[in-house]
């Protein structure tokens, strides 16, 4: 039997679908191991005291919020369980949004945080890198209001915060330019803020070098497996993991298809020698 | 209402997803449009975000408060208006002022950051005593990350002939960022299927209702 | 005149950018703070000419009655609401021009423009990438085919890397003793990323990093000049 | 009971004499630091200082459980005067003792010394390149393994009649990766005129359309076969990152070229590319300084130029000698990047961080 090469590829992409579709309904609850990156970036929360005030920046878009929503929503519940203070930025627009999803879902378990005492929402602005920098000198300059519209200085939890070395940790979820690295090189390579983050899974490889002994990144999440480890650091069965039965099961799939690939492949060459 | 809008916004929802997803079937006017209306919300999108968050509390709030206070916000205000410039071809020539301005700014905090981060603090990450870690693989990790590191600078070193023993370090350069390739390839593969999950979860949750 | 200006205002601004990072004295501080500023402002500026030329040019495919412009009708229309409601009602906690539209809001549930980008603007992003899942299967089964020593490692490692990054990795070899434990596939797959990923991962950092440096210095120095368009 | 006393009073004593804190300018910096230093008794169970603000609220800027020890409080304004207040806890009781001093603004920061150093010998080393090359001297490049395909994948079109595509990225102009293809375009339009073989490039954006006609035009004029030139075989596809792809996808199924060149910036379509024109069986060359695209080209094409190579190979075709000198300031610094780090892992070896260090810039 020969198939079309466009047969082929519809075959593949239902085959595909159902994959992903059937650990999703009925899921299977498989485990799965903590790396020592996500470790890394976990102590570098828990170990920060109370009252500290920290910035989690929102450098994403919705295009890859299933990787990162669930990092936020956990870094968030992490730094509320141990009464830290969160800012949220963003360099991407769309971020702000991203943000407020994120403190509706969080603030649904913790009522009693109040915004502007426990944390607030800063909005985007543009610029990236010399942002970034400008931050390192004087926050209100740039951020003289947040996204109500109440000016900085009456925001009761930036009362003793002025500039990026005020901030206890800065963790940037990022999918692209401006994120995590321009974060890395201000706040952390030039004002020595630690720095830490998520990423989507296919920039991952390229940060991993700053997770270094100078620890220009302290950690880093890659992706939705990362996302469900932190959950399941501080115990809470959130979106990312249910979503790895579904993760593995496509992985073993893609892998099946590169094998029946190469087998074909082989046969094939096998067959122009004879 | 709220109840009848907010199902008809899940229904919205679901059409566009499911207009995109019919390109995998092939080109079709659903996923066109879909796609326009795309590209024209996030315009507005993006002119609204800087509308309100850059241009209203950073400039205009500022202008209208204290206006003799912040008299000199006028300088970027005009250099703004200059690159606006652009949108015609006979005014065209103004917008270089803006754009050199913006242009020498990122070169110099480029040049800067950069240097230091992504190569002199690469640079000192790499200088490191292999032989201080306590485990077998990790004297053994080590020891790759200092080869891998100077291998892989010199494959990217062009003035020297790849022959003779010089073709060494660069093979093994190559090995090592094959290595990385296969592990980027690993990682996008995970990334591309966790963003169908995402979309597969409203799908059957929101949408169909058929996991709860 | 024209070129020479803009040409010595960049040299100007980024000189002064580099000596601020080594001398901590004033005024060069204060000055690059200013700057600093001032380049927000003016990339907003530069954003919104983007998405205005954007436009225009939909606009002109609509008017020239080009191929396909109906679609690009679509997109201007769905431009044209987006923008209204933003301005007028504003977004979440942000109010607009006639403030935050409770009435409206009480109709809808939420704000007309965080209703577009719940369900039309997010939908339609998250949807767009998530198509390159499929493309990643049919490639697999298609090109990704083992053909020289160099290839093979590649694909060696990311089949360590697509199991290890799973739970079967944990199952496969989950039952190797305490001793083996550097062969535990999930172990294997850190132990890449950590040491030769991040090794080849430095030394493209490094090389890239010269490149930039480079290219800065030019525009610095004014060599490299073609950010200014052509010569008019 | 009298003993007792004497105890407490002796102990006391001692608790004083030998406690001290000091602050100082932080030197050499931007007067926006300032060091506390304090020696206490061993008997210090806790240590907490105090920053006094203007209206004499004091703020905590430091815990620490070390009798002795150093903290340096960040963020002050530059130029001012500052108190500090440290309490030391002991076993059942707490002492306090005061301290103040100025910041101020230096001329240098030292600590970047290494910084600048480094970042001022790459400067010079570029510099002088191009201006060597500007003053035609010729700079010898390696090999480029992705070029020596170029003959190969001309030829193979020439002998099975079929033509031959180039894909020049999906960026725009201003892309110096897009710069670079349009260079390798040219050269290639020279082999594939002096062949006769039909070239065909679709451009995402209209700026590299004029671009890339321009370019493929004055090859075939340098080559002496103007008539050969077909501008309808350069034409602009779709802006639509998607729509573009696809419409290339038809074009290989259509017309089958023998050779594909994808060189330029690529994002996450290349993966669909290289798909298509693996199934229709060209000979494919990719070039791309998007690491996150390369694995997906290296398993689906014949040749890959990896990053920098795609740069390389366009300053050796062009021979700009702004291409060609920035390129060797760069293969300068590389080299020295390797010494760097050899002699470095030599001295961490034996023990010695001055060289890290001085790199490093000591780290606050």
């Known amino acids: 039997m020969k198939l079309s090469p466009v047969a082929e590829r519809r075959i593949i992409f239902t085959v595909l679908l159902f994959a ?61 369980k141990k009464n830290q203070r969160v800012i949220a930025t963003a360099l991407w627009p769309m971020g702000v ?29 543009v610029g990236g890198m010399v942002t970034i920098q400008a931050m390192g000198r004087s926050l209100s300059d740039v951020y003289p209001v947040d996204n109500q519209n109440t000016p900085y200085e009456e925001i009761p939890m930036l009362q003793n915060v002025r500039r990026l070395r005020d901030i206890a940790w800065i963790s940037s979820l990022s999918s692209g330019v401006p994120g995590l690295k321009e974060w890395m090189m201000v706040a952390r390579d030039s004002y020595q803020v630690p720095v830490t983050g998520g990423c989507t899974a296919i920039s991952a490889p390229g940060f991993f070098p700053y997770v270094n002994e100078q620890r220009q990144l302290h950690g880093l999440l890659g992706g939705l497996k990362a996302a469900s480890e932190y959950e399941s650091l501080i115990g809470r069965l959130g979106s990312a993991t249910t979503k790895m039965d579904a993760q593995s099961i496509a992985h073993l799939l893609i892998l099946i298809f590169i094998a029946i690939g190469n087998i074909k492949a082989w046969h094939g060459k096998k067959g122009r020698q004879q | 209402m709220i109840q009848i809008m907010h199902v008809f916004g899940i229904w919205l929802a679901a059409f566009f997803t499911l207009s995109i997803f019919s390109f995998l079937y092939k080109d079709n006017p659903f996923y066109k449009f879909a796609e326009q209306v795309f590209v024209g ?19 205009f709030a500022k202008l209208i408060d204290d206006f003799s206070g912040n008299i000199v916000l006028l300088i970027p205000a005009t250099l703004g208006l200059m690159m606006l410039m652009r949108l015609h071809p006979k005014t065209q020539w103004l917008s270089r002022y803006p754009i050199s301005i913006m242009i020498g700014t990122t070169a110099g905090i480029s040049m800067l950051r950069y240097m230091k981060s992504d190569i002199l603090e690469q640079v000192t990450a790499t200088m490191i005593n292999p032989f201080s870690a306590n485990t077998v693989s990790g ?50 593969v995970m990334a591309r299927i966790s963003l169908l999950i995402g979309r597969l979860e409203f799908l059957l949750s929101d949408w169909l209702h058929i996991i709860k | 005149m024209k070129r020479s200006l803009p040409l010595i205002f960049a040299f100007v601004v980024g000189i002064i950018v580099l000596i601020s990072e080594f001398i901590p004295h004033r005024p060069f501080n204060q000055i690059v703070s200013t700057l600093e500023n001032w380049f927000m402002i003016i990339s907003g500026f530069a954003i ?34 987006m923008l209204i409601f933003g301005l007028l009602w504003g977004m979440q906690e942000t109010p607009g ?30 949807t767009l990438f998530s198509l390159l899942a499929f493309f990643i299967a049919s490639a697999a089964y298609r090109a990704f085919i083992i053909r020289g020593f160099e290839s093979n490692l590649l694909m060696i490692t990311a089949v360590i890397v697509i199991i290890g990054r799973t739970s079967i990795g944990t199952m496969l070899t989950g039952w190797l003793p305490e001793s083996l434990s550097f062969w535990h596939i999930p172990n294997l797959a850190d132990f890449i990323m950590e040491f030769p990923n991040s090794a080849a991962q430095r030394a493209i950092l490094i090389s890239a990093g010269l490149g930039i440096v480079g290219s800065s210095l030019r525009i610095i120095l004014g060599i490299e000049r073609s950010y200014l368009g052509g010569d008019k | 009971m009298k003993h007792g006393m004497v105890l407490v009073f002796l102990f006391t004593i001692t608790i004083l004499c030998a406690n001290s804190f000091h602050a100082t300018d932080s030197p050499w910096d931007d007067g926006k630091a300032i060091d506390l230093f304090w ?68 001329w240098f920061f030292l600590r970047k010394l290494g910084f600048l150093l480094l970042l001022l010998i790459v400067s010079c080393a ?239």
């Open chain 1, 97 to 125: 949004q991203m943000a407020e999803q994120a403190f509706d879902k969080v603030c649904s378990h913790y009522p009693d945080k109040e915004r502007g005492v426990d944390y607030t929402n800063l909005g985007y602005k």
């Open chain 4, 126 to 364: 570029i510099i002088y390149y191009i201006r060597a090359a500007r003053n035609g001297n010729e700079f010898f490049i390696r090999r480029i393994a992705g070029l020596d395909s170029m003959e190969e994948a001309v030829g193979r079109a020439t002998e099975k009649g079929r033509p031959i595509l180039f894909v020049p990225g999906i960026s725009d102009l201003d892309d110096i990766q897009t710069i670079a293809s349009l260079t390798i375009l040219s050269h290639l339009a020279e082999r594939s005129a002096e062949y006769n073989t039909e070239l065909i490039v679709p451009c995402r954006f209209s700026m590299v359309l004029s671009a890339a006609r321009e370019v493929v035009k004055e090859a075939y004029i340098k080559v002496g076969r103007p008539d050969a030139y077909k501008a309808d075989n350069i034409f602009y596809l779709t802006d639509d990152q998607f729509g573009f792809v696809a419409g290339i996808d038809g074009i290989m199924l259509r017309e089958k070229p023998a050779a594909n060149f994808f060189m330029g910036s690529f994002y996450a379509e290349s993966l669909i590319l290289a798909e298509t024109g693996f199934a229709t069986g060209a000979i494919q060359t990719a070039g791309t300084a998007q690491a996150h695209q390369l694995p997906f080209f290296v398993v689906s094409c014949d040749y890959t130029l990896i990053g920098e190579e795609l740069f390389a190979a366009s300053a050796y075709l062009s021979k700009d000698p702004q291409q060609l000198g920035s390129l060797k300031g760069h293969d300068f610094g590389k080299l020295m990047i390797i010494v760097l780090i050899v002699l470095g892992v030599i001295l961490e070896i034996l023990g010695i961080s001055a060289l890290k260090e001085f790199i490093a810039g000591a780290v606050s």
């Open chain 2, 139 to 188: 004297v053994l990790g080590n020891l790759l990350l200092i080869i891998g590191t100077i291998t892989g600078v010199y494959f990217f070193y062009f003035s020297k002939k790849v022959e003779g023993i010089y073709k060494v370090p660069s093979k093994i350069g190559i090995w090592f960022l094959m290595v990385s390739f296969g592990a980027t390839f690993g990682y996008t």
């Open chain 2, 41 to 59: 919300l996030s315009a507005a999108y993006w002119l609204v975000y800087i509308i309100y968050s850059i241009m209203v509390p950073n400039l």
């Open chain 1, 20 to 80: 992903v579709a059937l650990p999703l309904v009925f899921p299977i609850g498989w485990t799965t191991e903590i790396s020592e990156y996500t470790r890394i970036a976990y102590r570098l929360i828990e170990e920060t005291d109370e009252n500290k005030v920290v910035i989690i920046s929102f450098d994403y878009d919705p295009s890859t919020m299933t990787e990162l929503q669930p990092m936020a929503e956990a870094m968030i519940e992490h730094a509320f």
């Open chain 4, 39 to 106: 020696e206490l008794s061993p008997m210090t169970r806790q240590v907490s200082i105090h920053r006094l603000n203007e209206n004499g609220n004091p703020v905590e800027v430091h815990k620490s459980t070390l009798a002795e020890g150093s903290f340096t409080d960040y963020g002050l304004e530059a130029n001012t005067h500052y108190q500090y207040r440290l309490t030391a806890y002991f076993a059942d009781d707490n002492l306090t003792l005061m301290a103040d001093s100025n910041t101020r603004e230096q």
């Open chain 3, 97 to 126: 021009l006639m403030g935050d539209g409770q009435g409206i809001s009480a109709y809808l549930g939420s704000k007309p423009f965080d209703y577009l980008f719940e369900n039309a603007y997010m939908p339609l992003s998250a």
């Open chain 3, 48 to 81: 919104l000419l983007g998405q205005i030329s954007l436009i225009r040019m939909n606009a002109n495919k609509i008017a020239n009655r080009l191929p396909d412009w109906q679609y690009h009708l679509a997109g201007l229309v769905s431009f044209a609401l």
